[in-house]
């Protein structure tokens, strides 16, 4: 078990074959310290050794404790890399688990030229500027496809509905496509749940009635207050883009669209005390979520900075989760609402504290890392190639619009991946892993964990401690976003 | 200094009283107001008294710890809450129960023919009054796949008599064999031969219905064992790996309060159920019953609920509406009377049965515990 100290001063372990954390103390290290906790047996020796050292009720209290801990240990022999994925049960994991949502890439071209986006040449292995647009006959292949797919998928899951995204470049340089889409769509189909991820600059009246009366869902890149967001998001002669976003998007909110929201990417010169004040604003749309610059293999990006930048961008997200703690502490009261801090800091909490399966053998075909199994999304680009998400690079196709999905290639990729993770059976952090194709994946195939990996304990242990820290402070925060909590709390004050 | 339960150890509150379910043991632990009070506090991170007696007994049934700060537990549970909360998440079908013939040549009185009210019915095999076309083998082979798609864990095969048409049946267990974690198939103790036992060795678990358990049980077969006042309720039966007791009710006024299922002795901190429970039935959760003529029904013995027609439209046509879902979501804590108790999630219910006895499908008659005053009314 991994020990691990909160800002309170507590301290907890990280016990990854359950996956849970369980809280600590000296005498719980001591006696952890002596034995192996799939076979607790203490020598009574030991055992009295310890007494005399630390606490004797306590000692004794460690000891019966964990020999009742070590009943729902599972066996150690499931930790394996598979050699093999049985090439029968993709398919069906496929029609049973993936095929969550379609994503149609209907251009590669923007208008924009974001400093830090990953088709810029600070990344090494992307495609770079294009000007492509998918053409209807593509985007009719993939819709056909995908519902194809999920009437297939219906005896093997009854209860999923029918996502499509639009994505890009800036997919609004393709609206006709996308109306055209939705016109197909509805009149083959029926309703579909539509998203769409923009820049905004394009978002203007007519198209914000449009969009609106089709019930999309609508995610805006937005950095931050002006200086920040133009820092990086310029158009494609360097102006800044933020006034054009903030007119499109109050014509949005003047419209009363309720469902935008803004995405915002952060760097190590972002000014995050400005950012929470701007998120604070009525004019400005709820934040989704909050992420760094995309870290992936062959990522240039962050050499353009200093040490010394990067420990102030550091400092600064200290200073807010202090901030953050402090509200919390204070039971939100006193303080105003602060919806980026809680982008940032809440969705890392619930992640680390709701997300890793406990007690229960994974189902997946991709049993290490948090990686999907592709054909979870289906992101098909200008060509109609299918590719596993919009995030991993172009030479892992799975499939293409007209031949459909190749589940032995998906097979393929799988045990590829699976055979580059060397370190997963020994790390001690496997169910807290976010890690997935995107961040080890090369134009050359994919990275060893080896090398992706090194601090991977540390670096999570340390987000383990920071979410404790918060749920330390007020555990209903985490406790709300678990659907069991309503049933639990009931009757209790 | 601060008190916590361990992460094992859910607290679970009623309306007066609350009890500790300590989830790795299987214990159940019975709290009285006072203690209900105090673990509340010490559950919201409120200072306590070290000397406290009854926290030091928690302390000693290793239930729970003291602390010098307060500290955040994280509660034992099993999956991911966060990919509970996921879109299109396929159903998870625990049971199926498919009945292949609606025929049989016995009038045993315990039937679900004579309406009789019992209370593993579900278990037995039954011959039923309803005259819809009976289902080909090819639809039965239909189905049997279609439930294999869903990833059903367990199919349970049951009649009628299923050894009328015994070339019949093991086609549909042949054809069924491999598909499904575990198999479990329903007969009549005197239906059941030494060819029959050998014909389905190794393929699938036979349930035997009986009213007199014989001198030499076969390990490998499970006993549904029928129950009434004249043989008397032996309530620790229920207790046996191997048997089950199926309880007849004759007569609804006089209902023992000793019966297992009136009584403390159907509460169960069992990880797995107690967990499930939360959000599920215990019983009408993850399943679903097919009938003779093809008529989906949430359970076997609630027939008046017609979720649809499988012999007609595919199986998962009958998971679109929802309306199977309710069923499966009808929690205890749905139920007027268990809504306020503390045992409501480490108890068994059979809805079937209470409707039959109440008359509405939120009744409930088989219960002694009284959650309004806290006590056993025995």
């Known amino acids: 078990m991994l020990e691990f100290e909160t800002a309170q001063g507590n301290k907890y372990a990280w016990c990854d074959d359950v996956g849970l954390i369980i809280p600590e103390s000296l005498e719980m290290r001591a006696i952890l310290n002596q034995i192996n906790l799939q076979d607790p047996v203490l020598d009574e020796s030991i055992l009295k050794t310890l007494m005399k050292s630390y606490n004797e009720d306590e000692i004794k209290y460690c000891y019966k404790w964990i020999k009742k801990w070590r009943k729902i240990m599972p066996k150690q022999n499931a930790l394996k890399i598979p050699q093999e994925i049985p090439a029968e049960s993709i398919k069906p994991f496929v029609l049973r688990h993936c095929l969550r949502q379609l994503i149609l890439d209907v251009t590669e071209d923007c208008n924009f030229r974001c400093k830090y986006c990953t088709f810029s040449e600070y990344y090494e292995f992307t495609r770079g500027y294009s000007k492509r647009h998918m053409n209807f006959e593509v985007a009719k292949k993939a819709i056909d496809l995908y519902a194809n797919l999920l009437k297939e998928g219906r005896r093997f899951n009854p209860w999923r509905e029918h996502y499509i995204g639009f994505f890009g470049g800036e997919p609004l340089l ?29 978002l203007d009246e007519e198209k914000g009635e449009w969009l609106l009366d089709h019930k999309f869902s609508i995610l805006v890149s937005l950095d931050g207050p002006e200086e920040e967001h133009n820092r990086n998001r310029v158009f494609c002669d360097g102006r800044g883009t933020f006034n054009q976003i903030m007119k499109n998007l109050a014509t949005m909110l003047e419209m009363g669209y309720k469902d935008i929201r803004a995405i915002t990417v952060l760097d190590p010169k972002s000014d995050i005390s400005e950012i929470e004040k701007f998120f604070q604003r009525n004019d400005v749309p709820p934040i989704s979520r909050a992420t760094n610059v995309t ?72 049993p290490f890392t948090g990686t999907c199994v592709p054909g979870l999304k289906i992101f098909v680009d200008v060509e109609g190639n299918i590719h596993a998400c919009e995030r991993i690079l172009t030479n892992f196709p799975i499939g293409n619009v007209y031949d459909g999905l190749n589940y032995h290639r998906i097979g393929e990729i799988l045990k590829d991946y699976f055979h580059h993770m060397e370190r997963c059976p020994s790390c001690r952090v496997r169910k807290l892993c976010n890690k997935c194709f995107h961040d080890f994946c090369t134009d050359q195939g994919f990275s060893s964990s080896n090398n992706v990996c090194q601090e991977i304990e540390s670096s999570t242990l340390k987000s383990l401690s920071e979410a404790v820290s918060i749920a330390e402070i007020d555990s209903k925060l985490v406790d709300r976003a678990d659907i069991k909590y309503e049933s639990l709390m009931k009757w209790r004050v | 200094m601060y008190f916590r339960l361990n992460p094992e150890c859910y607290f679970i509150k009623g309306e007066c009283r609350s009890a500790i379910f300590d989830l790795i043991e299987g214990e159940i632990y019975a709290l009285n107001e006072q203690e209900t009070g105090l673990v509340s506090s010490f559950e919201a991170n409120n200072p306590v008294d070290v000397d406290n007696e009854f926290l030091i007994e928690l302390k000693r049934l290793c239930l729970g ?73 090819d639809d039965w082979k239909r189905i049997i796949e279609e439930l294999r798609d869903l990833d059903c864990r367990n199919l349970i095969i049951t009649g009628g008599d299923l050894t009328l048409d015994w070339d019949r049946t093991m086609d549909i267990l042949d054809f069924s064999y491999g598909l499904f974690p575990k198999i479990f198939m329903s007969f009549h103790q005197e239906s059941i031969s030494r060819e029959i036992e050998r014909d389905i060795a190794n393929k699938a678990t036979a349930i035997i219905q009986t009213e007199k358990l014989s001198d030499t049980l076969s390990d490998g077969s499970i006993y549904l064992l029928i129950a009434n006042g004249s043989n008397g309720w032996k309530p620790n039966w229920i207790r046996k790996d191997n048997i089950i007791v199926d309880y007849i009710f004759k007569d609804q006024n006089h209902i023992p309060k000793d019966l297992p299922l009136m009584s403390k002795a159907k509460l169960s901190a069992n990880m797995h159920f107690f967990l499930n429970n939360i959000r599920h039935h215990p019983c009408l959760g993850h399943t679903i019953s097919i009938c003779s003529d093809g008529k989906a029904i949430p359970c076997p013995m609630m027939r008046k609920y017609a979720l649809g027609n499988v012999g007609k439209s595919p199986l998962y046509s009958i998971f679109q509406d929802f309306y199977l879902d309710k069923f499966w979501k009808l929690t205890l804590d749905k139920i007027d009377r268990c809504s306020s108790c503390e045992f409501r ?19 409930k008659r088989l219960c002694c515990y009284d959650p309004k005053i806290g006590e056993w009314q025995l």
């Not at chain 2, 315990?110 to 039954?126: E, T, V, W, Y």
């Not at chain 2, 068994?348 to 109440?358: F, I, K, N, P």
């Open chain 1, 295 to 366: 870290k992936m293999e062959g990522c240039k990006y962050y050499d353009q900075f200093s040490k010394e930048d990067q420990q102030f961008f550091l400092h600064r997200v200290e200073t807010a989760r202090t901030r953050y703690m402090d509200r919390i502490s204070n039971n939100l009261k006193n303080n105003k609402k602060n919806p980026f801090s809680d982008a940032l800091f809440y969705r890392i909490l619930i992640s680390m504290l709701l997300g890793p399966i406990t007690l229960q053998s994974s189902k997946s075909l991709a």
């Open chain 2, 345 to 363: 999630f480490a108890c068994s219910d059979c809805r079937a049965l209470e409707e039959a006895l109440t008359g509405s499908h939120l009744g």
């Open chain 2, 65 to 137: 710890n003291f602390y010098s700060r307060s500290v955040y537990i994280q509660k034992i549970r099993i999956g991911s809450p966060r990919s509970e909360n996921q879109i299109n998440i396929p159903p998870s079908l625990a049971r199926g129960f498919i009945e292949i013939n609606n025929s049989c040549h016995r009038d045993c009185w315990f039937c679900g023919f004579n309406g009789i009210k019992r209370s593993s019915g579900c278990m037995g095999c039954n011959k039923w009054n309803e005259d819809g076309q009976p289902l080909s083998l």
């Open chain 1, 174 to 202: 393709n609206f006709d496509l996308i109306k055209e889409c939705v016109n197909y769509i509805e009149s083959r189909y029926g309703k579909w749940h539509y998203s769409m991820t923009t820049n905004g600059s394009l």
